[in-house]
């Protein structure tokens, strides 16, 4: 039997209510096997603040990368993707904007790192999505829905 050389993981936020907040964010999430504390995380800042890309539970971890786009009409469209792609030792997250419910055509590169140990042969076994709130919270109630959900493997 084959086994995968990868992975590529994509969510679509199909909506967002609420949550216009620097102390809210939607994550896209892939654990390492049997954990659920040691991974990747996606975090999305729903006022459109930031997009990160942060390890968490490694040697090296820590933000990784962040961009100050999409904007807060792009995550409330219902059509903002969010990807994590793991190969050769590489994991990288990228974002974009497709049309009625489609992938977007165009994937915009966020952050991508090798320099987290042990991920040349981590094993990914958990994808999550989630809603987090820091201290402070928000102001209003915060109702988020993901759909299309999708995790490939990559031979």
């Known amino acids: 039997a084959k086994s995968f050389m990868g992975l590529d993981a994509r969510a679509r936020l199909s909506s967002v ?16 096997s049997g954990s659920t504390n040691t991974g990747v995380l996606a975090n999305l800042r729903l006022d459109g603040g930031s997009l ?15 961009t100050s786009s999409p904007t807060r009409g792009n995550i409330t469209s219902g059509n903002l993707w969010l990807r994590l792609v793991f190969a050769g030792g590489t994991l990288t997250l990228l974002w974009g904007v497709g049309s009625g419910g489609a992938e977007p055509s165009d994937w915009v590169l966020v952050a991508s790192s090798s320099n987290v140990t042990s991920w040349s042969s981590a094993t990914f076994a958990t994808l999550a999505v989630a809603l987090d ?22 031979w």
């Not at 990160?52 to 971890?61: R, Y």
Request: proline share 4%; no cysteine.
């Open 17 to 32: 209510t609420g949550g216009n907040s620097s102390n809210v964010y939607a994550s896209l999430r892939l654990y390492t």
């Open 52 to 66: 990160s890309l942060v390890a968490v539970g490694v040697s090296g971890g820590g933000s990784l990368g962040s």
């Open 133 to 154: 709130t820091a201290p402070g919270g928000s102001p209003d109630a915060v109702t988020i829905a993901w759909s299309d959900v999708t995790v490939r493997g990559l």
